[in-house]
């Protein structure tokens, strides 16, 4: 099972990004999907999470500001970056719970991070 997050990138002050992470191989289902940020020299934190079933929660530096969404038919989760800041800056890690085919019980995956910079 791998997770591919892309989107990351430069950008100003009050722009928007989003984000997607995409996940293949050998799955039958997924259940949670979160976005986490790690910020140089900090600690690794949850952004914003949803459940297979659509429920969302978000780090309240982020409410208001940011959308999580995804799509099951695609195995994709989604995250819409809107009036950004230099806060926000960081690496970016999407994290799925996934039952893999043949396997009993679900295990957590990470994708390999994308840099998102706030900058003007």
């Known amino acids: 099972v791998q997770l591919q997050a892309s989107g990351g990138g430069l950008v100003q002050p009050g722009g928007s990004l989003r984000l997607s992470c995409a996940a293949s191989?050998?799955?039958?289902?997924?259940?949670?999907m979160g976005w986490y940020r790690q910020a140089p020299g900090e600690q690794r934190e949850l952004v914003a999470g949803?459940?297979?079933?659509?429920?969302?929660n978000y780090a309240d530096s982020v409410t208001d500001r940011f959308t999580i969404s995804r799509d099951n038919a695609k195995n994709t989760v989604y995250l819409q970056m809107n009036s950004l800041k230099p806060e926000d800056t960081a690496v970016y890690y999407c994290?799925?719970?996934?039952?893999?085919?043949?396997?009993?019980?679900?295990?957590?995956?990470w994708g390999q991070g994308t840099l998102v910079t706030v900058s003007s």
């Open positions: 949803i459940t297979s079933g659509g429920s969302t």
């Open positions: 994290n799925a719970l996934i039952v893999r085919r043949g396997v009993i019980g679900a295990t957590y995956h």
């Open positions: 191989g050998s799955i039958r289902s997924i259940h949670d």
